[in-house]
């Protein structure tokens, strides 16, 4: 049983559209990260949000953690082929142990 | 640095060989962890390491058994691999009561 349900499972849009991708669950977690995993590599952390309402913004990425700190959001603005992978949400539960969301594969065409 | 590093990138096995993933760490990491991802189904806790010297089970510990050499190196062992075991095989680290992990390559293993 997946604790964090992301959606969309895939998206597909064309370069300079705007994204959102979801991050849901009905447990509280202590922190919520994004990773980005490329194809045959592992996953790399893009941010990390503790703060119940706390958005950060990376260039053209803004994530943003709900109030009840059980879901999250990253917004994707002027997507390029270079934002193409997989996008995975993790929650941090202060056990040592993180739980992943499926994953959502986004794909930007030229 | 060469951050997590992970033995072998790929592997074949038939049904019921052994084999040992090996992974290291040089960041000076306290925590290890093994996962196993398959397709629509992200990434599956096996087995991990809050520090040196302590291992437990993860969601799906079933088929496998770790070992933590030291602080460097947790490796991961299949006994008898059977074909539900093809996956892509990550370990990650991190450090004591952080929550951000930090991710090898993989080694992406076929049960035959």
């Known amino acids: 049983t997946q604790l964090l349900e992301q959606s969309p499972q895939f998206l597909s849009i064309q370069e300079g559209e705007n994204l959102t991708v979801y991050c849901n669950s009905s447990s509280v977690f202590s922190s919520l990260q994004w990773y980005r995993q490329e194809p045959g590599e592992g996953p790399v952390l893009l941010v990390t949000v503790v703060t119940g309402g706390e958005v950060k913004k990376l260039k053209r990425l803004t994530f943003q953690f709900g109030d009840a700190r059980k879901d999250s959001s990253l917004h994707i603005t002027a997507a390029q082929p270079g934002d193409t992978g997989l996008y995975l949400c993790?929650?941090?539960?202060?056990?040592?142990?993180?739980?992943f969301g499926a994953g959502t594969t986004v794909t930007v065409r030229a | 640095n060469a951050g997590v590093t992970q033995t072998p990138k790929f592997q074949v096995l038939k049904t019921g060989q052994s084999m040992t993933l090996q992974c290291a760490q040089d960041?000076?990491?306290?925590?290890m962890y093994w996962y196993r991802q398959d397709p629509g189904m992200g990434l599956r806790l096996i087995y991990y390491s809050a520090s040196e010297g302590t291992t437990d089970k993860g969601e799906v510990p079933n088929g496998y058994n770790v070992s933590r050499l030291n602080k460097r190196e947790f490796s991961l062992r299949l006994e008898s691999a059977a074909p539900s075991q093809t996956s892509v095989y990550f370990c990650?680290?991190?450090?004591?009561?952080?929550?951000?992990?930090?991710f090898g390559p993989g080694t992406r293993l076929l049960v035959l």
């Open positions: 960041m000076n990491h306290n925590s």
């Open positions: 993790a929650g941090g539960t202060n056990d040592y142990k993180l739980s």
């Open positions: 990650a680290s991190s450090l004591l009561g952080q929550e951000t992990q930090y």
